[in-house]
């Protein structure tokens, strides 16, 4: 596929090799890797968009009440599919455009197309490529981290530590920082975190750390949690979100090795708690509940932390794992896919699972509109499923892609937009 001249809108199915995977999602967690997108919420737009990891809120819920009452072929139809090459990041949808990553070669691109008919607007690449290490090798060394926008700038973190700003309209580039190069270490998998942005400022884990830079020209504002760049305990999988705890607004960061609350001004730690895991696969997105945090990993437990001005310590334990798969919380019910693959639901009050499924896939991405859950997972099925804390209800099933699909689905009005591992695609539901 060539940098200016990709294929127009073509339905594409392409038989994959099935593989496990470890740190993709972040970004999946960014595995699966995101921002907070004060700026979009002015424009009274958030429902018709999806400008950043899990969505405006990063926790992957839309204020839609018209969602369908199940899923069938009738009501969920492709509109385009478009074929590109490898990637684990997300899409990001503005009201007239779908921007997608994609590793090719030693290069990375990015590409705008047109969100009615899937042409190209325009594509931009870069130098960038690496091999991730062992037991994250059988999952592919492509882009991880999913992008985020203004509605103005795409900001686009690429696998080697570099991140750039470019125009949405035209996909110059207005600035790039690099982290590596500042900070002397590419990560063993890549940049897997995902931009957040807050007002004039883009928060962002790289670079051995946590960093606040100036979205206009990336210059650095304050630099805070370094670490030391070790393999198995640097380079976050997860990405940072913006809250108020114990009365103050904070970045509630996860590390490889801990949770941290940092104060937005001066980058200093408010807090911190270490989080168990097994060689640091703390993957998913920080999940704010009642003055508490919920997170879960792999070969470890999950937890809720209680936050106070003396620290933060658990309000409970729950020996479920979770693994790659950020969960979505409605009323107190967190709903979570487990690392044996199962689905459970969760009463974030007693800090017990209500049900636990038969396994469903090795990994899920999520959005909810408060009532149901929409949710695709790897082996590309797409499944829409009640809120009922009784038991598991799956209104509705339906196998959508041959390719597997580890990138966050967006859901943008009646759009629902998936990147598989080799095409993007826009589907629309109704009733």
Known sequence: MSDSSLPQAASVKTSRRFFQR???AAGIAGFFGAGFLQDSRAHGEDNQQWLTWRGSSRDSTVKDSNWPSTLTDANFKQVWSVPFGDSYSGPIVTTTSVFTTESSGNKERVTCVDRRTGETRWSKEWEGSMKVPFFAARNGSWIRSTPASDGETLYVGGIRDVLVAMDCQTGEEKWRVDFAEKFGKVPDFGMVCSPLIDGDFLYIQAGKGLHKLNKKDGSTVWSALGDNGDMMSSGAFSSPVISTLDGKCQLIVQTRTYMAGVDLESGSKLWSKNVDSFRGMNILTPTVWDNGIFTSSYGGRSLLLDVQSDGANARWENKVEG?????????????LHLRNKRFACIDLKEGKETWITRPYGEYWSMVSNG?????LDQAGKIRL??????????LGELKITEEEAWAHIAVAGSDVVIRTQKSLCLYQWKD
């Open 22 to 24: 470890s740190i993709v």
């Open 323 to 335: 693994y790659m798969s950020s969960p979505v919380v409605i009323d107190h019910y967190l709903y």
């Open 371 to 375: 009532e149901k859950i929409l949710a």
């Open 385 to 394: 499923i009640a809120h009922n804390p009784a038991e598991y209800t799956m």
